[in-house]
């Protein structure tokens, strides 16, 4: 296992394209987040599951937006008609199913997403 | 809810003398606390974690942190920095419990930079 997994690395799209990224969290991880962060900016929470359950979404996460983990193992996200405030890094992390998860989170490199 | 505070956005430091990085935060209950460290183009990586116990937390490249309960303040030091120590570093608070709110809120952030 070699941590969690993003794809693509970087996204180039046009205004009003829809996107659609990949998160691969650690196998044992049942817990999966989805943060953006924006230059300069720490990351912001969008989205969580436990398993395959989106527990909590941001109020960040517009109707254009829309997070899935069908079967509790890899997420996407996908944002439709994209506009020029979207370009930011979109930065997924999971963490493991201990009773009390008081463990960091692992995250992945990231993807970084420029709208023009 | 919880959140963090970072109050300087970049420290500058001569190599081979002490740094702190200042971290503040509000949360209800007993904290669970981070520092996550990123690098260009990078994920952030987990650098130490303070869930319980001793109030000076040690971790990965050198790095410790001291949780003062008093003064809500979970403040970064390293006794001898090094060149590869510059990099952007993200405090973060979490909630205690197994809850579908605790999820991890970062700071802004603060640009460290160690200077030869």
């Known amino acids: 296992d070699t941590g969690v997994s993003q794809n693509p690395r970087h996204k180039i799209t046009k205004r009003g394209q829809n996107v659609t990224f990949r998160c691969d969290p650690i196998s044992e991880h049942n817990r999966l987040y989805w943060y953006r962060q924006t230059l300069g900016q720490g990351p912001e929470f969008l989205t969580y599951f436990q398993n395959e359950a989106q527990l909590e979404k941001s109020r960040l996460l517009s109707d254009r937006f829309s997070a899935e983990r069908p079967k509790g193992s890899f997420s996407t996200l996908e944002i439709q008609r994209t506009e020029q405030g979207d370009s930011a890094m979109y930065l997924c992390a999971s963490s493991p199913p201990w009773t009390d998860s008081n463990y960091g989170y692992t995250f992945g490199s990231g993807t970084r997403l420029t709208v023009v | 809810a919880q959140s963090v505070a970072q109050p300087e956005d970049q420290v500058n430091v001569a190599e081979g003398n002490p740094l702190t990085v200042k971290c503040t935060y509000s949360v209800s209950g007993n904290p669970y606390l981070f520092w996550y460290v990123q690098y260009p183009n990078r994920g952030l990586q987990f650098l130490l974690k303070?869930?319980?116990?001793?109030?000076l937390v040690k971790g990965s490249y050198g790095f410790e942190a001291e949780f003062n309960k008093s003064q809500t303040s979970f403040h970064l030091k390293k006794p001898s920095a090094l060149v590869s120590d510059s990099a952007l570093y993200f405090c973060a608070v979490r909630a205690p419990g197994y809850s579908s709110a605790s999820k991890i809120i970062f700071g802004s952030g603060t640009r460290l930079s160690i200077r030869p």
């Open positions: 303070y869930i319980t116990g001793d109030n």
